[in-house]
């Protein structure tokens, strides 16, 4: 069983950058992601990374302003958010499969193994 923990959400004003990780118990699972959920909504996918880091997928609205990378002998990934807005606001979880699903058309149902969440706060 894989237990995952991130870190390093926190509070940033809109066009500020902040950077996620997340480290994982044991030897990362093959497709590791990121997912985000505003109050009162669906837990959505951000990103997603392949083992080795060949592939990447992101979900449109943060395409070109965050980045998704993983160092797979240190058994963590990491999510580089540049140019925040307001509606960037969430709890960010860190997510794994052993399926390859390197994807935008993915749920969160679709993954098995979670972290606890950080929240990020962007004000305007």
């Known amino acids: 069983q894989v237990q995952l923990a991130e870190s390093g959400g926190g509070l940033v004003q809109a066009g500020g950058s902040l950077s996620l990780s997340c480290a994982a118990s044991g030897r990362t699972p093959n497709t590791m992601g990121w997912f985000r959920q505003a109050p009162g909504k669906e837990r959505d996918f951000v990103a997603a990374i392949s083992r080795g880091g060949g592939r990447t997928s992101y979900k449109e609205p943060v395409k070109g302003r965050f980045t998704i990378s993983r160092d797979d002998a240190k058994n963590a990934v990491y999510l580089q958010m540049n140019s925040l807005k307001p509606e960037d606001t969430a709890v960010y979880y860190c997510?794994?499969?052993?399926?390859?699903?390197?994807?935008?058309?993915?749920?969160?149902?679709?993954?098995?193994?979670w972290g606890q969440g950080t929240q990020v706060t962007v004000s305007s």
């Open positions: 997510a794994g499969t052993n399926r390859i699903l390197i994807t935008p058309q993915v749920k969160a149902d679709d993954y098995d193994y």
